[in-house]
């Protein structure tokens, strides 16, 4: 922070922007997505609202939506700054082209600002037009202006003095070529491409490793050219993904930042920008279904069911008590069924079987954890799920026994015909029940504990011991053959 310049104490006062200076986010942006988790088809309205003018968008927007100004991702330091000249008696107004609902919201609670100006239905108060305002309000060079943007240079040109905040590229030394910079609070550590990619989980990519399950237990993965089909459709699987995560986060800004582990996450703290994320959300869905084109037409269909599914998991089944853990684990069933299209191998009743029930109960691992993390934390409810305290045994429940029904399940397919067809010593294959049992009664032990606070197939692929196991898994089916 450069405070070469100490700020005038005298009684002008300092006009703050919103968007992108107070706060850490584009309101306008959240407010878009909330109301599209609310209702989806508030999409079709947007267009129509903002051909009336953006002032009469916003307004449309924030009055359907609830706001809690408490969860917003302030900037601290600069907030710090402002509470404390506010301490001294100096007047702070916020002045800010988002609505005037979300403009009163945030003073209310701060509670260190005596005027706000907002754009109100009819009036979008941006540029030019927050000038004008500022300027009847407190006359030419009459007080600071605080802000970031390219559109901010105007305002400091009739300002007495620029604080610039959290600036955008090249507008920093903009204004100190423009006006009179007096304080910059701008820490130059934020990274955004590393923020984007930890908003697109790269690491839950390991789950699409389940493509690859056909071609092995298949006997194809000698073929270079299905390999290498299958290693494109991981790519447009995990593309795909990474864009359904970006709208989940967009979508559940308000229940993450109340999370304690959750609103840690780029969009939730304010270090990727939202419009970053809503760019980046269709180009890669794009790309993702370019590739899958480049596929087979049956892979695309099947990404298509898979994307369709996972968007009614975010706007409405994520909420609906266990009929979310069941498509949670047909997500994962329905990657392995897109490896089969890919490497245009058949697959088998069984695998399917041993998919659906192995993966219920880790979906039902993925929320027990949640509820358990819940009550840890004195909650009754999990935010924006469905699910109580009381409700912990029952998930343990389910889970352990949809585990023993997919060894169960394994142990049958064992003893079938189609593996006599393939396998060479299919006896073997018995030692892989005990294994199983062994991998899947230690992941309950452990979320029993609380100590599994990941995805649990990304745990079970990147635990050490679950590798070793899965490694000896591996050996077995080798010595099968």
């Known amino acids: 922070m450069d405070t070469s310049t100490a700020i005038d104490e005298t009684n002008r006062p300092i006009c703050v922007d919103l968007d992108g200076t107070l706060l850490r986010t584009d309101t306008l942006v959240e407010a878009v997505f909330s109301l599209l988790k609310r209702n989806v088809l508030y999409l079709f309205l947007l267009p129509f609202w903002l051909r009336r003018g953006k002032a009469y968008l916003k307004a449309q927007i924030a009055r359907r939506i609830d706001i809690d100004a408490s969860l917003y991702p302030y900037n601290e330091a600069f907030l710090h700054f402002l509470k404390s000249q506010n301490a001294a008696g ?5 002045a800010t082209a988002a609505d005037e609902k979300i403009g009163r919201a945030v003073a209310d609670h701060l509670g260190i600002f005596s005027k706000v100006f907002a754009s ?13 305002r500022l300027k009847d309000e407190c006359g030419e060079k009459g007080f600071d202006y605080a802000g970031n943007a390219k559109i ?29 910079v007096i304080h910059v609070f701008d820490d130059g550590n934020e990274k955004p491409f590393a923020s984007l990619l930890k908003a697109m989980r790269l690491h839950q990519w390991l789950k699409n490793l389940l493509l690859f399950i056909p071609l092995v237990m298949a006997h194809e993965f000698g073929d ?17 993904a990474s864009s359904v995560y970006l709208l989940n986060d967009l979508l559940d800004l308000s229940d993450d930042r109340r999370h304690a582990t959750k609103r840690n996450r780029p969009f939730a703290a304010g270090t990727l920008s939202v419009w970053h994320g809503a760019i980046a959300l269709p180009t890669l869905l794009v790309i993702s279904f370019v590739l899958a084109a480049l596929i ?91 699910y109580w305290e009381v409700d912990l045994e029952t ?35 018995w030692l892989l029940c005990p294994l199983m049992l062994y991998i899947i009664g230690r992941i309950w032990l452990l979320a029993r504990r609380d100590q599994v606070h990941e995805d649990p197939v990304v745990f079970v692929m990147r635990d050490r011991r679950s590798q070793i196991y899965a490694m000896l898994g591996a050996i077995l089916l080798w010595l099968a053959v």
Not at 157 to 164: L, S, W
């Open 296 to 386: 087979r037409w049956e892979f695309f269909l099947i990404l298509c069911v898979y994307y369709v599914t996972t968007l009614s998991y975010s706007f409405r089944l994520k909420a609906v008590g266990l009929l979310d853990v069941i498509v949670l684990a047909g997500l994962y069933t329905v990657r392995v069924i897109a490896g089969g299209a890919a490497a245009w191998v058949p697959l088998s009743f069984w695998l399917l079987a041993f998919s659906m029930f192995l993966f219920l109960s880790l979906a039902l691992v993925k929320r027990y954890t949640e509820l358990l993390a819940m009550k840890l934390e004195g909650k009754t409810e999990v935010s924006g799920r469905r």
């Open 395 to 429: 998930l343990a429940q389910f889970g352990s026994s949809s585990a023993f029904m997919a060894v169960m399940v394994l142990a049958l397919y064992i003893h079938s015909e189609e593996v006599t067809e393939l396998y060479s010593h299919p006896e073997v294959i």
């Open 90 to 94: 100096r007047s702070l107004i916020l």
């Open 152 to 180: 901010d240079l105007e305002i400091w040109e009739h300002a007495a003095n620029a604080i610039v905040v959290s600036p955008e590229r090249g507008v920093r030394k903009a204004a100190e070529r423009r006006a009179n």
């Open 224 to 240: 270079a050219g299905t390999v290498m089909l299958v290693a494109l459709a991981f790519l447009s699987f995990g593309l795909c």
């Open 120 to 132: 109100n239905g009819e009036t979008n108060l941006s540029g030019r037009r927050k000038l004008q």
